[in-house]
């Protein structure tokens, strides 16, 4: 039987973490290669790193950073953050990284999606979605919209026809960030979660609004999300990796305990 | 020093890594005279089954593994390469190298998790084995350890070489072989200590064999 996965998420700018993570002792970490062995060490499911360097030479960091952690860790993790051609995905790769991430490069140009998936395969290719709530029209049937640019653009895609959209260009999981949930630590946007883990065969991964191990259940329970992303929750030290599953599995969700 | 094959459709870089952790001395290699010199061999792959069986054949190193697994060279044969030590894959309509008889078939869309709800494909993620048979490189790796599968079709070998088998929508075999000659569907590379383990392992009934020639 499949678990659900626990991956932290860290925003890296220039090889290093935006904010430090605070651990036991509150010893603050601003190290990603560090930050990700321990949650490794932790019994964290999969990493995602958000690479979000403007310039060209921090990208080059963010390289060396990758390899750094492939030599780390082992289990899978993935890149994502500016990632806008099939070059900078091979880079990515080869550097060490499981799967590479797009977001806003895929509504410019879907056929990244499909380069990357017959490149590489599938499953190295994740699709961003971030999502904003919206009156429903006949453009956004669904009432939930694709916006880019940290949600300051909108883009007049529906997230529902968007999702299978990328299903059948080839994308491996879909990473589903609630730009209304996300910062507010008041729970994953359960309505959306299910309606795209429904209409997809795919992974979902939820995304934004964890502020606690209960809501993370109710993600992956009834919003039948794979995974759920979580940040502010572990990176301050308000719980640990191994308190969310305990949590979890006393939920009934079945989770990866053994590591 | 173990050998991890080198054609253009493996994971190498990884399966490198997980053993400089382990400090096992281990060359990425398609030469001939390194792949028989070696300890043993590691036979990852990855992508679609077609595609890496057409590397094998046009490099003239699916012969060359043969060959070696014949001489009784010990092979850990990861994913892809797990799958291609069959006969046949229906990915691409793959005449596959037929080391271990058998053959590989897709999860089917219309397999239900325990939820009842379609499972989703690729299976990607954390999952547990069933020992099904003694198997050396589980040794030391707990009953309740899970690995990390990503794949979209699974080993079908003949019943005597199954070793291990995971659930997902039914019960496939996950690991197959026979003792010096092993195929993983899961990644080890990327599955944690318990993946870790296993590779340490392979490694160990390498050196106590001592294929090295």
Redesign the interface.
Known sequence: ?????VIPCLDVRDGKLTKGVKFKGNIDIGDPVETARIY?EEGA?EIVFYDITASAEGRGIMLDVVDKV???I???FSVGGGIATVEDMRAVL?A?A?KISVNSAAVKNPDIVSQGAAA????CVVVGMDVKSVAVSDAVPSGYEIVIHGGRKFTGLDALDWAKTIEALGA??ICLNSIDADGTKEGYELTLTRLISDNV???VIASGGAGSPAHMARALTEG?A??ALIASIVHYGQYTIPQIKKYLSGEGVKV???? | MLAILEYNAGNQ??VR??L??LGIACRITNDPALLASSLGIIFPG???AGQAMDELTRTGLGELLKRQVDEGKPLLGICVGCQILLDYSPENDTKALGVIPGECLMFH?ALT??DG??I?????????LTREKPCEILDGV?P???F?F??SYYPSPAPEYVLATT??GARFCSLHGRPGLWAVQFHP????????KLLSNFYQYCRRTGHAQ
């Open positions: 039987m499949l678990s659900k996965r490794y499911d492939a030599s780390k082992f289990i899978p080869l060490g499981e590489f395969g599938s499953q491996g999981e065969g795919i992974p039948k794979s995974a990866r305990e053994v590591w | 870089t990884s890594r997980a400089d952790h990855v992508g679609a869309r998790d325990e709800a379609p989703r494909v690729p299976h990607m993620g954390w999952n547990r707990e309740e350890a899970e990390y990503v794949h659930t997902y590379e990327k599955s944690g200590r318990p993946g870790l």
